[in-house]
């Protein structure tokens, strides 16, 4: 009662110190809740951005961003600051987009890559009309999409075009679906349990998916990719969550304030190189914004027979199978040589993969006894339609409370 008295009071006064500065709250929407004119928007303003002049000494405005990752790489991955750094990294990436575009209000798009999580190579977003397939010839450039023929100097000494390489060749390993982001969100514990949940494999799976060997998103420069700010605004919504899925979550933070995974975080630390602590940016709507409610698939009548156990072990439904309309695929062990170049803990990374393991074990158990059907598999997403998803405990029906 005390602590909870506590809480409300600490988050009142947080509220009221930064609520003055918001002149309304937007809402970042998912990129298939947005008009083809509001698509439009974060191309053009993306490339107005990397026509612009720097504000330090890179070849341009959309450079500086790339560069502030890559310089600061120890103070925001792999520690309890990758939420909270990014959270701010984004908001300042989104302030340099209403600024070029003209428009005060303009939110980033957030990529719900879970729903593309069973054949990521199919998803809207990677189409030549869109962010563009993948790369092409041995130097895997990106030659179709809003940004073909980009050109960077993050990350090489000399000016090299920007690279997709997806890890199975025309295929993009499976991503993590609803049930485990929605697991991860609903029973972690606290914030300390959570982060490296999402850091090490859902959010490295699809920089490692889209990347691949060579491509742009496998490494610390990859804000070259400008779906990077997609991918890594759906993992702030993932904590912002978190942040709403129950009162004691709402400034729950902690862990390794060093990266050799020592050290204790707290709220009051400052985020290098920003001049803000981790406490201003635990509320989205300090920073003027809140998430939607994302998409999800209403399946049309959706019968189809679901193979026995006795048929095939769930488990089996590798990574790269595209035959399989029903069941959730496991997704495939991130990289080895990806673990290293991140610095990730390898012991910690293989853990997260087992118990996504047996989440997947137990979402395909009551796929297979007909009790549940998953907005993300592919059958669903073949006969059934995309909606708007009416609010965030809707996007996977039955399964929290199972799981709870
Ligand atoms: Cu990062």
Redesign the pocket.
Known sequence: MLISNIVLVVTALLTSASAQSCAKINTRKEWRELTTFEQQDYFRGVNLLKKAPSTSNNANRYEDFVAT?LQNVPF??NIAYFFPW?RQFLRSFELALQQVLKKPDYTLPYWQWTIDSQAPERSPLLTPTAFGTNGQGVEKCLLDGAFRNWTTTQGSSRPRCLKRDFNLGSRIGAFASPEVINSAVMTSRDYVQFRPTIEANPHGQVHNGLGGRSGDMSF?F?PNDPIFFLH?AMVDRIWYEFQNAKPANKLSFGGPSKNDGTGTAKLTDNMIPFNVNVQSVMDTRFGCYIYSAGVTVQPRSFKRKVRRATEVNPLSVKSDDRSEIQLIRVPAPLDIEYITRMGLNLTEVRLSEAKEKLIIEDVNKLIMAKEYQSPAALGALQTGELVQAPSFDDVTPGFTAKEQ
């Open positions: 990752h925001a991955h990014h610390m990859s890594h």
